[in-house]
Nanobody, 125 residues
């Protein structure tokens, strides 16, 4: 089993920045592709970023490309999402997710086997 715990969410003004962290515990000997998924009120979950085990491949949704950066530190079992130039439409619960079947980037909800509890990000205008 794998446990994921997110932190770093909060309230920020438009144009501001936040850095989310995801601590991975449990079966950390496996090499997981990781993703960040968000869900805004009344909307479906959306994959906003993904990163391979080696960090050589990343994915960004068009809505966040150029503003968000995903990274990971495998020695610390932690994945990060740096969010800059935040907009009110970025307001959502952000989840960290692990792909139990691949070390690559597969930015689709169907591939994520493990999920964190989510952290709220609220961007005020």
């Amino acid at each position: 089993q794998v446990q994921l715990v997110e932190s770093g969410g909060g309230l920020v003004q438009a144009g501001g920045s936040l850095r989310l962290s995801c601590l991975v515990s449990g079966r950390t000997d496996s090499r997981y592709g990781m993703g960040w998924v968000r869900q805004a009120p009344g909307k479906e979950r959306e994959v906003v970023a993904g990163i391979s085990w080696t960090s050589t491949s990343t994915y960004y949704a068009p809505s966040v490309k150029g503003r968000f950066t995903v990274s990971r530190d495998n020695a610390k079992n932690t994945v990060f999402l740096q969010m800059n130039s935040l907009k009110p439409e970025d307001t959502a619960v952000y989840y960290c997710a692990a792909d139990g079947g691949s070390s690559l980037v597969r930015p689709s909800l169907q591939y994520y086997d493990y999920w964190g509890q989510g952290t709220q990000v609220t961007v005020s205008s």
